[in-house]
């Protein structure tokens, strides 16, 4: 009896612990759950946070960067032939970038001005751009030393046009002079859709089938409405095109043409505006651009076309 009293002792006092085990056991498993869920809440209101700041469109912040920049004068002897009167020329040499606040559009950026430099897309560090402008700057100085020239010129720099909304737009501004009688300059636009981290070609506004439509429109504009003739243009009618160099603003289209290539030297670029009310009336744009609304293209153009006398 005394064993079996003890036997059922032993039971109760297993069982007992068993159940104090099991309850335990099950709280630390409700505590965990609780966290679990807790954490899992957490993270879709964390996730939920960054979609939004993903679509969240920042105003640009721009400040100027110095890749390479160097001014020096160089004296020429009395003895060295020129065909200038100054006794000193001039070597200009420089590549400015742009730095923001936002770090993949700065990558961007930096491949554009590239681009831009190589006429290419080529990969190329900040250490390799500066070791070839050096390389430059030194073959320039040599050679302006042993054969005088009134000055050498060669400047890139790149701005912030402006942004309106999910659209930004800089331009690559370039001059340079390399002898005779005046340098040459000009802009490249870059219209940045901030929302696709893309750079807008002509492709993506104007249904290419259409571009036949635009060149007429734009030769209209060009010729002003055909009171200059055809052949008294400065660029035949078989040589002009529709500039892949354009920007985007509230007015329309405008598309840029370099000096000499529609006009002289002296009229500088050309702009070439085509409203979006008759881009939208012609249906010249794409459906994925219209989408986008990216203006208003209801605005009045601000010209009519002239009564022909």
Same mark, same amino acid.
């Given at each position: ?62 400040? /100027? ?7 020096? =004068?160089?004296?020429?002897? !009395?003895?060295? +032939?020129?065909? @200038? $009167? #100054? ?44 070791? /070839? ?7 320039? =100085?040599?050679?302006?030393? !042993?054969?005088? +020239?009134?000055? @050498? $010129? #060669? ?53 290419? =089938? ?100």
């Amino acid at each position: 009896m005394k064993k079996t009293f003890i036997s059922a002792l032993i039971l109760t006092a297993l069982f007992t612990v068993a159940g104090c085990e099991d309850k335990e056991a099950k709280a630390t498993i409700e505590q965990q759950t609780q966290t679990i869920a807790q954490l899992t809440a957490e993270n879709t209101q964390l996730k939920a946070e960054k979609e939004k700041a993903e679509k969240v469109i920042l105003a640009i912040f721009a400040e /100027k960067d110095v890749i390479f920049e160097k001014v020096e =004068k160089i004296k020429y002897s !009395k003895s060295q +032939e020129r065909w @200038f $009167s #100054s006794d000193e020329g001039e070597v200009n040499i420089s590549l400015l970038g742009l730095k923001t606040n936002v770090a993949w559009l700065n990558d961007l950026l930096w491949s554009e001005l590239v681009k831009n430099d190589f006429g290419e897309n080529v990969s190329k560090t900040r250490d390799q751009m500066l070791s /070839k402008y050096k390389t430059i700057w030194n073959d320039v =100085k040599e050679s302006l030393e !042993k054969e005088p +020239e009134l000055g @050498f $010129s #060669s400047n890139t720099w790149m701005i912030f046009v402006g942004q309106k909304e999910k659209l930004a737009t800089f331009a690559i501004r370039y001059y340079s002079y390399t002898g005779g009688a005046h340098g040459l300059g000009g802009s490249e636009y870059l219209t940045i859709d901030m929302t696709t981290h893309k750079v807008l070609t002509l492709s993506d506004i104007i249904e290419q =089938k259409k571009l036949p439509e635009v060149k007429e429109l734009l030769w209209s504009f060009y010729t002003d409405y055909g009171r200059i003739k055809d052949e008294e243009a400065f660029t035949k009618k078989t040589d002009f095109d529709v500039s892949k160099n354009f920007y985007l603003a509230h007015d329309g289209i405008h598309f840029i043409y370099h000096e000499y290539e529609i006009a002289s030297y002296a009229a500088g670029e050309q702009d070439l505006v085509i409203p979006w009310v008759w881009l939208q009336r012609e249906n010249l744009l794409t459906s994925d651009f219209v989408k986008q609304k990216y203006y208003d293209f209801g605005y009045t153009e601000p010209y009519a076309a002239p009564v022909k006398e």
